[in-house]
């Protein structure tokens, strides 16, 4: 089955520090994924649509400047975050379906993020 | 406004008892994709299921069933003589229309005891 890969899968930095996280389709092509955000005990928030080839679509709230996001080729999309402080601690998971409109949309494992 | 509330935070059971996780939704939208996910504490997704509005029809797969009833805007899912290996977070989740982005529940903590 369609697998949808994360790296890092933890990162600890320090407060200013800008973090990339990478979200990779492993199997299929992928013009779209999906960027969810969700804080301990909490529910996953879309903040972004990433897509190939053009600038990304993000979610009422969501800074622009602050997560940069930029879907580099049809199986990789990459999170920034940047001047990350504690607050932006959280698990970060991108999702990605095989097709548009597919039955199933596939999630990575997500990406543990603390900033100290 | 779309949205998804699922009412219980946390369920607890002993094995082997039957529980049902509900899952109420808004939408205006008449086509729309419905989806259940359980998160274990690993934290990776898996999927369970996926309905779309135009098909009502109860759905069971093995020890899981879901009901949909459009009537009253619920999508409700059923373990039948539930395990310790059920113990996760249930997400119920909305697919708008054109679009496969997901608005997700606030999510029931499942805990099943021996």
């Known amino acids: 089955g369609a697998v949808v890969s994360q790296h890092p899968s933890w990162v600890i930095c320090k407060s200013g520090t800008s973090v990339k996280i990478e979200c990779r389709s492993l199997d299929f092509q992928a013009t779209t994924m999906f960027w969810y955000r969700q804080f301990p005990k909490q529910s996953l928030m879309l903040m972004a649509t990433s897509n190939e080839g053009s600038k990304a679509t993000y979610e009422q709230g969501v800074e622009k400047d602050k997560f940069l996001i930029n879907h580099a080729s049809l199986t990789l999309s990459t999170l920034t975050v940047t001047s990350a402080h504690p607050e932006d601690s959280s698990f970060y998971i991108c999702?990605?379906?095989?097709?548009?409109?597919?039955?199933?949309?596939?999630f990575g494992p997500g990406t543990r993020l603390t900033v100290l | 406004a779309q949205k998804v509330t699922q009412a219980q935070t946390e369920i607890s059971v002993v094995e082997k008892e039957d529980v049902t996780l509900d899952c109420v939704y808004e939408?205006?939208?008449?086509?729309?994709?419905l989806f259940w996910y359980k998160q274990p504490p690993s934290g990776e997704l898996v999927f369970l299921i996926r309905r779309n509005s135009f098909d009502e029809q109860n759905e069971i797969s093995g020890r899981y069933s879901w009901n949909f009833q459009k009537s009253t805007s619920s999508f409700n899912f059923t373990i039948t003589a539930s395990q310790v290996v059920d113990s996760a977070v249930y997400f119920c989740?909305?697919?708008?229309?054109?679009?496969?982005?997901?608005?997700f529940g606030t999510g029931t903590r499942l805990q099943v005891f021996p």
């Open positions: 999702s990605a379906p095989r097709t548009p409109g597919a039955d199933e949309q596939f």
């Open positions: 989740a909305l697919s708008p229309y054109n679009t496969d982005k997901l608005i």
């Open positions: 939408t205006r939208d008449t086509t729309y994709y």
